[in-house]
Structures are given as C-alpha cells and as structure tokens.
T-cell receptor
C-alpha cells in the first residue's frame, strides 16, 4: 500500500469553527489532491498541488483552502465549517503526469461531521 | 450530462457468474482511464488501468472504445469477495483532472 496517512480519521465539529485535515505521504510523489465524497456524487476535487507551495483549485473549492510547505504534507482547511461540508474527505497522490505514472493512490479518508 | 456516467446498480449476481459494467465519458480529449474498487467506508483502490488495446488481469478484463467513448470491465467467475463498488475514472492529463463516476455496485451472492 502507498504510504499515505490522513489525520484525523474522524472528526465532529460545530458550525463556524475552523478545521484542518492533514495528509502525509512517504512516497515523495509530486502531486497531491484533496477530494470529498458524498452520496450520489463521484469523488469531487477540492484542491490539488503540483509541488511545494504550488496549489490550484478544483471544482468544489469554495470554503476550503490548502497549503503545502513540504513535499510530504498537504493540509486542507475549512475556514468556517458549515453543515454542507459534512462529508468523507480523501487525500490522493500521484507521481507524474506521464501515462505510466499518473495513477492516483488514496489515503484511508477522514469522516467529518459538522453539527 | 455528467462527464463520466455509470449505471449505479446494484448488480446482484451468483457466485461463478460473469458480469460486465460499462462507463461512458463525454470528453473526447480524455487520455487515461482506470477502474477502481471501493469497499464500503474504505478508500478507492486501483483495480486496473485501461489501455487502448484492452488488458486482462486474471479474472478481470478492461476494454476501451474511443470511438464510442466508453470503457468496460468484465469480471469472470465472480467471487463473494468481488462485492464492492467499482468506480470508473477518466483523466485529461493536461488539466490534472481526474473525473470519477459515481460507481457501480456489485453484490455477488452465495
């Protein structure tokens, strides 16, 4: 299994509080991604990173920010959590854009409930 | 229209049966194709990449039809352990964009 650790694995928080989720990889892969998964939707990209300090928005980025200060860590922050952000969050990594190496590997996920 | 569409199922099949799933995609510029397997409350795991010439891995066969813009997954001799949700994933590398289908649920029955 790819060395990807997400923390925390479960979190319950209140509306309006800030929340930070962490993704840590030991594979030295360049690309990292944050997705959310909700019933009736495929995984949807929140933000991604293509290198240290290089990040960009995905399709559902409103209300989220990210940071990548080291190759191995990619943080997802909910500035002020809302109930619509209750979801399962997955981090993924991939090595390269070339066809042979653009496979994504996923962390175990974080279940976030915003009450 | 969704960029990647899958029949949600569930497909209920007996052990030993052969079952096939299709997935259609709308972006003709898509360049990479994958099937992932996701067990309940777990992360998606790569089942196989899909190559233009088609590829096989044991009981699993994947095909790509660029003209009709669909990929397929065939599972032969189904096992109870094959019960899962199968996700179709399409990538347009230029946009770092992986588009996931909502998945097809398979239940293999004893």
């Amino acid at each position: 299994d790819a060395g990807i650790t997400q923390s925390p694995r479960h979190k319950v928080t209140e509306t309006g509080t800030p929340v930070t989720l962490r993704c840590h990889q030991t594979e030295n892969h360049r690309y990292m991604y944050w997705y959310r998964q909700d019933p009736g939707h495929g995984l949807r990209l929140i933000h991604y990173s293509y290198g240290v300090k290089d990040t960009d928005k995905g399709e559902v980025s409103d209300g989220y920010s990210v940071s990548r200060s080291k190759t191995e860590d990619f943080l997802l922050t909910l500035e002020s959590a809302t109930s619509s952000q209750t979801s399962v969050y997955f981090c993924a990594i991939s090595e390269s854009r070339t066809a042979a190496k653009n496979i994504q590997y996923f962390g175990a996920g974080t279940r976030l409930s915003v009450l | 229209r969704k960029e990647v569409e899958q029949d949600p199922g569930p497909f209920n099949v007996p052990e030993g049966a052969t079952v096939a799933f299709n997935c259609t995609y709308s972006n003709s510029a898509s360049q990479s194709f994958f099937w992932y397997r996701q067990d309940c409350r777990k992360e998606p795991k790569l089942l196989m990449s899909v190559y233009s010439s088609g590829n096989e891995d044991g009981r699993f066969t994947a095909q790509l039809n660029r003209a009709s813009q669909y990929i397929s997954l065939l599972i032969r001799d189904s096992k109870l352990s094959d019960s899962a949700t199968y996700l179709c994933v399409v990538n347009n590398r230029a946009a770092y964009k992986y588009i996931f289908g909502t998945g097809t649920r398979l239940k293999v029955l004893a």
